[in-house]
T-cell receptor, first 112, second 117 residues
Framework: GQNIDQPTEMTATEGAIVQINCTYQ??????LFWYQQHAGEAPTFLSY??LDGLEEKGRFSSFLSRSKGYSYLLLKELQMKDSASYLC?????????????WGLGTSLAVNP | DTGVSQNPRHKITKRGQNVTFRCDPI?????LYWYRQTLGQGPEFLTY????????KSRLLSDRFSAERPKGSFSTLEIQRTEQGDSAMYLC???????????????FGPGTRLTVL
């Protein structure tokens, strides 16, 4: 079956670093995406990994290990505006499948 | 603004009525997706178009749901005989399809929030 697991909720302090984990089990793999979603708004694209390793984009980094079916999103120098849900999504490459398989999201609360 | 747009942003309807939502993708994007999302859940795939062709439709989607993309540009999602369980945020996303996954990143519109009374 297709499954993506992320923690439901996390709490961190402004200025700190937080790591949000995502594990996946899919029949195929053709890339992993991280999206940020503020309450009541649409998801916005953060990062993409298709090869093993770390991708860095400013305060945000994303890591992938395909052999372990594992990714994490690292947020540094947390700001209050980073309070949001973080969604992990995997593209399965089975056949002509172009849809993403989504996790339920991790709700991050950043406290002062 | 050249992002994905959706109309209306909010829709309140009575059970049994039909509703139609519109999505205008980013102009050069040839792929368009519809999702449904409820509170605390990730987006749930509904259907997907490449140009005007509807290539996949979720098996979870009942016959009351239909989507079109007649000219390969904007798309409409219609829900007939709405039920209270249809209350959700309906999200549209578009992507620049290619053989390369980086160019197939999906960009979302602001969504249409449907409330069925």
């Amino acid at each position: 079956g297709q499954n993506i697991d992320q923690p439901t909720e996390m709490t961190a302090t402004e200025g700190a670093i937080v790591q949000i984990n995502c594990t996946y089990q899919t029949s195929g793999f053709n890339g992993l995406f991280w999206y940020q979603q503020h309450a009541g708004e649409a998801p916005t694209f953060l990062s993409y990994n298709v090869l093993d390793g770390l991708e860095e984009k400013g305060r945000f980094s994303s890591f992938l290990s395909r052999s372990k079916g594992y990714s994490y999103l690292l947020l540094k120098e947390l700001q209050m505006k980073d309070s949001a849900s973080y969604l992990c999504a995997v593209r399965d490459n089975a056949g002509n499948n172009r849809k993403l398989i989504w996790g339920l999201g991790t709700s991050l609360a950043v406290n002062p | 603004d050249t992002g994905v747009s959706q109309n209306p942003r909010h829709k309140i309807t009575k059970r049994g009525q039909n509703v139609t939502f519109r999505c205008d993708p980013i102009s050069e994007h040839n792929r368009l997706y519809w999702y449904r999302q409820t509170l605390g859940q990730g987006p749930e795939f509904l259907t997907y178009f490449q140009n005007e062709a509807q290539l996949e439709k979720s098996r979870l989607l009942s016959d009351r749901f239909s989507a079109e993309r007649p000219k390969g540009s904007f798309s409409t999602l219609e829900i007939q005989r709405t039920e209270q369980g249809d209350s959700a945020m309906y999200l549209c996303a578009s992507s620049l399809g290619s053989h390369g996954p980086p160019l197939d990143t999906q960009y979302f519109g602001p969504g249409t929030r449907l409330t069925v009374l």
